[in-house]
């Protein structure tokens, strides 16, 4: 073992020992020396140093960076009838996030109502301020980024983006039409039945609804495409399609500078992204769960086709472990946890964290894997204990 891993520890310094390491390449027996918030060292075999952390054998990872999750919704709905306080959501949404082994989290926060999600709008104001001031506060587990979702059909979005487009934590830009027939619901028997379950509405409001919708998304989508696209030029923001269906859109999107390709529907989409060098997130519940739950293409089925680069939360932080494990079967673990770990810093332009080597943050998750599902059993970011 190298000296460093026997003198006396620093003040800041904690070791991990007796550790199966996940390196971008390769599983390792080793140490990791964690040193005033970064990795100090790697090293094969066992430390001898009293203070050593004995992991028994269990997974040491990279922190996650979950590049796409809606999960802040969920605590400010909990149910359809009861918001609950901003700030009190936000911070419960950090603790899971934290307990997941989610160190970095992109919020996926919704510009623009298409009529059925008359609450997001004020989620996102919400959630702009929370996610501001409670960085600036430093009380968070996670580090949170932004990731503006911009429904291109919806008429208010231009008004919501304006504020939020220069602020200093947007991590990602997505492009998004959640318009009736078209991408995740272009199944219109799948969408009328969900509007049904999930409104007040009755049969003659919906099929009006929809018809307004259509005609709304005639009008807007295409100059609010270019108006997003104008605005994030040059800035070296990554910029992400929504759902795509069809290869031609993949080839449009890619010529216009979006590099990403968010839970495309079908095969054929995702097929070209990969042939276009378009990088595709999936959908981690999509892999825990065995398919979509919109009916569309088997995430794991994208997995075996080599066109998945990164695993995204979506709506269940506990997902993103679980599945790469999962997808382990297929590609091997190093590469299963790189779509959590490196490939997702990478897309985001976060060349810090990601990987167990000298010089990156600390972000670690101790992992034990359980009768086939991976058990969070310790999280440090920055070194330091959140979970």
Not at 14 to 26: C, G, K
Not at 137 to 153: A, D, F, S, Y
């Amino acid at each position: 073992m190298s000296a460093i891993l026997h003198r006396a520890p620093a003040a800041r310094e904690t070791i991990l020992t007796h550790a199966r390491l996940i390196l971008p390449d390769q599983e390792l027996d080793g140490t990791l020396v964690l040193r005033d918030g970064l990795i100090a060292d790697v090293q094969p075999g066992r430390a001898h140093h009293p203070s050593a952390v004995d992991c028994g054998g269990e997974v040491l990872m990279p922190g996650v960076v979950d590049v796409h999750t809606d999960n802040l919704e969920r605590q400010v709905m909990p149910r359809s009838n009861a918001r609950w306080p901003s700030r009190s959501a936000f911070l419960s949404h950090d603790a899971q996030c934290a307990v997941a082994g989610v160190t970095t989290v992109l919020d996926a926060l919704c510009l623009g109502d298409l009529g059925f999600d008359v609450e997001r709008g004020k989620t996102f104001e919400d959630g702009v301020r929370d996610i501001t001031a409670l960085t600036a506060e430093g009380v968070l587990k996670v580090e949170h980024l932004l990731h503006l979702r911009c429904e291109l059909p919806a008429a208010d979005m231009p008004v919501l983006l304006d504020p939020v487009a220069e602020h200093p934590l947007v991590a990602m830009v997505s492009l998004m039409d959640h318009s009736p027939g078209v991408g995740q619901y272009r199944d219109l028997v799948r969408y009328r039945a969900m509007r049904l379950r999930t409104t007040r509405m009755n049969e003659a409001q919906i099929e009006a609804r929809i018809a307004e919708l259509l005609e709304q998304r005639a009008r807007l989508r295409e100059p609010q495409r270019r108006m997003v696209l104008d605005r994030f030029a040059g800035r070296g923001v990554p910029l992400a399609s929504h759902d795509d269906e069809m290869p031609a859109e993949v080839a449009r999107n890619a010529a216009d500078g979006i590099m990403v390709s968010e839970f495309p529907v079908t095969m054929e989409a995702a097929a070209e992204a990969a042939r276009l060098g378009v990088a595709v997130i999936a959908g981690a519940p999509n892999i825990v769960r065995g398919g979509s739950h919109s009916g569309n293409v088997a995430a794991m089925d994208l997995v075996r086709a080599g066109a998945v680069d990164v695993l995204a939360s979506d709506y269940v932080p506990p997902a993103l472990i679980e599945a790469a494990f999962a997808m382990a079967e297929v590609t091997g673990l190093p590469a299963a946890i790189a779509t959590i770990t490196a490939n997702a810093a990478d897309m985001c332009r976060l060349q810090d964290r990601g990987r167990l080597a000298a010089g990156q943050r600390a972000d670690i998750v101790r992992v034990l894997p359980h009768q086939g599902i991976p058990v969070i059993r310790a999280v440090w970011r920055g070194g330091e204990r959140v979970a």
